[in-house]
Every structure is written in structure tokens, then in C-alpha cells.
């Protein structure tokens, strides 16, 4: 489409002597555009300047569309020669400062259209300029061992656009922000220093043809303050000597430029090689609410620097700087985009609106703040253009005369001045409140009266490691008030206190955690409710205080989401991570988060134990599936494919069951077939046998290693063939052979809940087509009653119940009735796994009497009940006592007891009916 049809709106002239020339010299072309030329040199004697000097040019270029006459525009100066590069470069920036300034005020293009044209030009012109200087000193003999190829990617250098350069926001008269690195690992050791030199020469000389003043005007004015360390560095620097500065000192105000960065002119791969590097720097993986205070500060600093205080009067007011201005925006994007960013890749957008939109998509503010913040954004910008657009001042300024308000309103088609002065005034106050609440502290609030003994628990915190830094002190002064006004509300506040203070105590660090608490208040009410209930999840919450970006980043309170989507999740995940030791870690928060949201789903009775147990035991099989394949691609990469048809991990016991519970271990054993292959073939070939029990060594060591982020799992082998004396894995025919001729009955017993976790799924169907197999061949065994009646009899010889409320060891506790439930599944030669399904096999077989079946499994569901809420509520054996009254009440809504009493009564009545029937199949212990 033309220009002219395009056209929705023109300027009004505010000195009518300079529409003069434009009406004489444009006399040919359609009123419209007459009228756009008139109105704009009526407004900017700049413009003006450009219309005479361009006036061939601009009159062909409005004949068309404004995106052919850009394109046109930046043509000039390709492959022109350093010497005569600067005067094209600068005939280029006139054009298309002209052209983009009628498209502008014309409402040819959008705000975005205008910024983009001018970013565009900004690469042109970085890019033509390291080419060409660089081409001379390739010519010279002055970069070692570059050849003029090389001229195109500047020798392993490149700029890296920051600010609105790098996110395509260029406004009007803005500079540029460039950080220039060379890439040292391109260069000989002995040749770094001379291609160092070379290229501090060339971005000299580079920024001097861009910023110079001539008679033909400027480029850009290029500013290189946001390098690393900018006053004491060289304005280029090595790409290892940036990445060492970031690690070690990088501060918030860098991690935010970054967001906005981009390699833009140069050698582009290896820019972008560099900030895949930063990553973790900019983006941390926890949400970063300690950046809102750094934010904060920022904008104090930048305000008392500039004396930007107060918004009372539009005269002088600084539309960027200022409250209510261009930066608030950019600040309130940015910081949430860092908070989040981290562990949500959509959030990293590089330009302020496109950062507005994902926030809302993502619901970290609403619909409706980002469109009313993006209104006010494109908004300001527009009014910041026209300040520019009169004299080419780079300028943020409001005017201070009446009369350099009157020449805006104008720019913008708006004749009366006061409207314009009502609107402005009305913005710049709306996006003051709309951000500076999320930036501002708030008020510290009087602390709640306490006891004495109370109080004086509370003065002891500040010796805690938590509250060692005067920044994390300050931060938990303004929320300590509300949590311990939130722990005053607690049923027993005592006890909350004392609780709330193990957790504090716990926590090796607390800028992050306390930052948190302030951001999202609600996390109290969490902390005090776990605090109060569960002693065992405020200490793994104290260790791992990480898991709590789940409940803000993520759906937390959403449904379970099923093993195929967690093993798909994991596996996505651990995919993007190259190095294995990261994978593991990784592996590990993701498992944190998932078994912390299991816990509190739990404990708040969103779910019960039954769903529980299978949660955590799908949490489990997610992590094992997930991280089977990077391991042995790791073992593979040193040792070769696996020989043969590969391995299954099965999981044995309660993972078997799929029924754990908050502390559970994994029972695991592996399997797997050689298929006549001797060994592998990678650089170091190992036996089938060795390779196999090595992998299984490496896998047990993924699981339980210690790392940064501790341990995924404690990993139990013992239920192996042969258990301690056995190779660590079998393989699969000798598993066969060993099961049919040489196990034992409670060998058989573990079968019954095998069940494949990992591994090759054709492999995983041979061993359960021998599970099956076996079971077949032991069923009805003329020993297996005895057998077990003798392992049951050892069992709690060699073990006694470990306190009144024990739920699993003892006769008629959980462990015996599981083991009642293995046998008729054993006789009965059934499939069934969980304990439900198990008993009612035994129903069907003739084993169990309906009234037995029924007792035992409500008997089931009544112990497993109390082991999975004992078991989340302390890691100790259950007492109701130090439990305190919060996990107590827990308890009672668990087993269905209104106090006590009630629940020892049942305890008492349900041990001793399933010690009845376990005792009838047999024979009490001891007899």
C-alpha cells in the first residue's frame, strides 16, 4: 500500500512561516501528503532541514510505500570502503530519520513499525562498520591468522545490542548501547593479546565514523558504558574475561540489561554462543523476588542522581526517568520477567510490550494492568518521539515553557493544549500507581503482644544463619509483624512459635525466602499451616526453601497431572541441559517440588493417603524413567551401547505396590539380557556382566549421590536374587532359573509386586510374562503357608513395635497384613500388586472369607492411613505428644476419630482383628 492511503492523522502547524518552502517545493504531490509535509516543518525546524535537503528523495519515496523506501534508504553504503563509509552511513540516517518521522506522525506505522525501522538502521550501520574496519586491518597483517573471509563475521568479534537497540525500541533520537567482545578461543594462545589490541583499535574507530559530528550530521551516538567494569576495561573485551566478570560480580542492573540483549552485527553464532552462557546468571532457575529490592534502590538512585523527585508539575518532568515514566514500565517488566524468568522461558522477552503480554499469559498480572500499562507505554513513547523530533535533541524533558507545549499538541494533531496537558498529567499519575506499589516497601507493622518466654525465642532469630546479612534482616523487620500475627491465629500459638523457630533456624540463607514471603503474602498462611501441623515438612521445607516457587510459578493447586505427563515433563527438561552432573541436579528440584506439592495436598486434604501413596510412588517412577536414558547415554558415551537387548529396572515392595508414602526409599532390582553378546564396543569395552552390574551402580548413584541439591531417593537392592551375595544385576535367564530352582518363598513374596519402572519396555513384558510364569509354578505350594507363617515369626522376634501408635511393624500392623496379602496372591498365582487388589485375589481363590477380605481392607486403609500421615507429620517414630496439636487434629481427620481416645480404641481393635486373621492362616507367632 501507498503512503498516502495509508495516512490517519497530520500534524498542525505551529509556525506557519516554515510550511512555506514544503507548499511551494511539494507542490505535485496529493494534498494529504502536502499537508503531513506542511504540518511536520511547521513543528520541527529539524525536520524541516531534512525536507530541503532530501527533498528529491523523500518526494519519490511518498510515491510509494514507506517500506520500499526503507529498504532503499538502507542500501547506502553497502560495500562502499571505510573512507567513503561514514558519509553513506550518515546520508542513510537522514533519510530514515525523515522517513520514519512522517510515518510516524502520519500514523503510517505503529510505534513498533517506527522503533523497528530505526533498530534496523542502528544493525546496518554497526554491521557495515566493523566490516569494512575490520577488512583494513585483515588487509594490514594487523588481526593474526584472520583472512579476509573473515571480515564478514569481524574476525570472531562481536556487538551485542543492549537496551532498546537489543530489543528493537530504538525511540527517536536515542544513542546506542553496544557491549563489543571478540571471541579469544578463535586466536592461538600467543596471537590473543595482538587480536585484543587489534580490536580495541577497530571499535575506536568504529564509534568515532558512528558519533562523530560532520557537516552531514551523525549516525548514532554509540555509548559503551554497560561493558563489564566499564571504567577501568578496555572498550573490547574477551568473551571468557565477560563471562568471569559476570560469575564473579555481576550485579541485578546487569542481569536486567540482559534481558533486553542481543548479538546483533559481527559474528553473530559466537554472540549468541555467549549468551546462552549467561543464562544462569540472568535467569535464575529459583523466582528471584530479592530483585524487586534491587529494583527499588535502582530507581531511588537513578532519581536522586537526576533530581527526579516528586510529580507535581509537568514543566521539566522527565518522561523516561521519572515517576510515572517510560522506565517505571520497563522497570516493573523486567523485574517480574526476573523474578520468573528463570523457570519460565516464554517470560524472556526482549521489548516491554511483548514482556507485558507474556506476563499476563503466564498470570503473573492481569489482563487488564497489562493492557493498560501497554496503552500507556506506546503512549509515552509517542509524546518522547515528538520531544526529539523538534530539534534532534536526545531529550526526555516535558518543556518547561507554555509554548514548547503548544509546538507537542500540535506534532500529535491535538490543537488544544490544555487537553493534551489534562492527559499527560492523567497518565503519568495512573502508571505511578500502578507501579510503584509493587516496587515500594510497605509499612513495618507493630508486632503482636507476646509472653515473655514467647518474646524472648523470637529476639533469639537474629543469630540465626537465615538473618546473618543486614539485607536479609532488613527485609524479614517488615514481614516478621504479619508472621507472627499469622502464628498468633494458630490453634496451640505456642507451639507454632516453637515450630515456625526450627524452621527459621534451619534455613542456611533468607534474602530470597524472606523476599518471597513480602511478594506473596499467602506463602505465610502456607508456612504457618505446615509449621503448626507438620514438624517434618517445616524441616524439609527449612532445607529445600527452593520448592516454594512451585506454589507461586506453577499450578500448585491443580490436579495431579499423571506419570506420563510428569515423565514427560522431567524428560523435556533434563533434555535442554547439556552437562549429565546438571541434568542430576536438576532432576533433584524438580523432584522436590513435585513431593512438597504431594505433602501439602496431603496435609490441607485435598487428597488423601490412598492418592497420596500413588503420587509419590508415580513421582518416583517419573524420576527413574526420566533419568534411565541420560545415564546410560553417559555410560554408553565411555563404555559403548548396551550389548545385547538392554536392562529394566523394576521397582520392587511399596514402589511394586505404587503405594509410598513422604519417606520412603526405593526397592529396585535390574534385569537384563546380553542375547549372546559378550560386550560392548565403545572406547572401553566392558563384559556384558560388568557392564550391566556397572550401569546399575551408576544409575543407584544418579539416585542417591549427594549433590548441590542433595538426594533424589535412598535405593534398597537387597530383594535381588541371592540379596547381598547377588551381582547387582541378573540376567534375565538367570533370573528365571534362579526364581524357579533356587528362591526362596519370601523371594517369591517380593515377586508378587514387581512391577518394570524403567527401562526396555520389550524386555520389561518378558520379565512379567516370567513373573507370571513363576507364580504359576508356585501356586497352591504345599511349603508357602509354612514358609511364611516362620518368616512372620522372625520378623517380630526380631523387631517389636516402635511405640503405641506404630501402624506398620508388629502383628496385625501393616506389615503383617501386607505379607498375608502376598501369600493368597502367591497360592492364588494372581498378577495383583497393591494390597487391595491382592486381598480380593484371595477372595476369588477361596483363600479369604468375604467377612475377612472386608475386615482387612478397611483395616487397609485405616494403618495405611495413619503410616502416611505419621510419616509426613515426623521423621521419627509417631508420637502424638511432641506432634503438637496442629498434627494431632491432622490425624484425627485422617483416621476419622474425634479425639485420642477414639483413635487408640480403633488402633487397638483393628491390630487385633487383623492378628485374629492372620493368626487363623498362620498360627500366632511363637507357636
Known sequence: MSFASRLTRCPIPHDPARTEEPRVRFAALAPELRALLEGTAGCSPYLAGLMAREADWIEAALAGSPEDALEDALSLGEGVASAALGSALRQAKARIALLSALADLGGVWTLEEVTGALTRLSDVAVSRALSALVADDIRRGKIPGAVPEDAATAAGMVSIA?????????????????????????????????????????????????????????????????????????????????????????????????????????????????????????????????????????????????????????????????????????????????????????????????????????????????????????????????????????????????????????????????????????????????????????????APSMRPEMRALVDGWRAYPALRSERATRIFKRVEPEILSRLQRAANPEEALSQFDGFLRGLPAGVQLFSLFEANPQLIDLIVDICATSPALAAYLSRNAAVLDAVIGGDFFAPWPGLPALRGELAERLAEIPDYERKLDAARRWAKEWHFRVGVHHLRGLIDAQTAGREYAELAQACLSALWEPCLAEFARKHGAPPGRGAVVMGMGSLGAERLNAASDLDLIVIYDAAGVDASDGKRPLAARQYYARLTQALVTALTAQMSEGQLYEVDMRLRPSGRQGPVATALTGFRDYQMTEAWTWEHLALTRARPVAGSPELAADVEAIRREVLAAKAGGATVRADVADMRARIFAAKAADGDWEAKIGPGRLQDLELLAQMVTLQAADPARRVEAQLRAGLRAGLLTKEEEGTLQGAYRFLWRLQAGGRLLSDRALDLEAIGEGGRAFLMREAGCEDLDGLRHRLNDTVAAVAAIADRHLGAPGD
Open 162 to 446: 543492549m537496551g532498546k537497540t537489543g530489543a528493537g525500541e530504538l525511540n527517536y533520537s536515542s544513542d546506542i548501547d553496544l557491549i563489543c567482545l571478540f571471541d579469544e578461543s578463535r586466536y592461538a594462545p600467543d596471537d590473543v593479546q595482538e587480536a585484543r589490541a587489534a580490536f580495541i583499535r577497530i571499535v575506536r574507530r568504529m564509534t568515532a565514523m558512528l558519533s562523530d559530528m560532520t557537516p552531514e550530521g551523525y549516525v548514532f551516538r554509540t555509548d559503551l558504558r554497560l561493558r563489564p567494569d566499564a571504567s577501568v576495561t578496555p572498550v573490547c573485551i574477551s568473551m571468557g574475561a565477560a563471562e568471569q566478570y559476570y560469575e564473579a560480580q555481576g550485579r541485578t542492573w546487569e542481569r536486567a540489561a540482559y534481558i533486553k540483549a542481543r548479538a546483533a552485527s559481527g559474528d553473530i553464532a559466537a554472540g549468541e554462543r555467549f549468551l546462552a552462557t549467561l543464562t544462569p546468571f540472568v535467569w535464575r532457575r529459583h523466582l528471584d523476588f530479592a530483585a524487586i529490592q534491587d529494583a527499588h534502590d535502582m530507581r531511588l538512585r537513578i532519581r536522586d542522581h537526576k533530581g527526579l523527585h516528586g510529580r507535581s508539575m509537568l514543566e521539566g518532568r522527565d518522561l523516561k526517568l521519572g515517576p510515572g515514566g517510560i522506565r517505571e514500565i520497563e522497570f516493573f517488566t523486567q523485574t517480574r520477567q526476573l523474578i520468573a524468568g528463570g523457570r519460565d522461558a516464554d517470560l524472556r522477552q526482549r521489548d516491554t510490550v511483548g514482556g507485558l503480554a507474556a506476563l499476563a499469559w503466564k498470570g503473573w498480572i492481569t489482563q487488564g494492568v497489562a493492557d493498560e500499562l501497554t496503552r500507556h507505554y506506546r503512549d509515552h513513547r509517542e509524546v518522547e518521539h515528538r520531544l526529539q523530533m523538534v530539534g534532534d535533541a536526545q531529550t526526555h524533558a516535558l518543556p518547561v515553557m507554555p509554548e514548547g507545549f503548544d509546538v507537542i499538541a500540535r506534532m500529535m494533531g491535538i490543537g488544544d493544549t490544555d487537553a493534551l496537558r489534562k492527559t499527560l498529567r492523567e497518565r503519568l499519575d495512573r502508571v505511578a500507581e500502578l507501579t510503584e506499589s509493587f516496587f515500594a516497601p510497605g509499612e513495618i507493622r507493630a
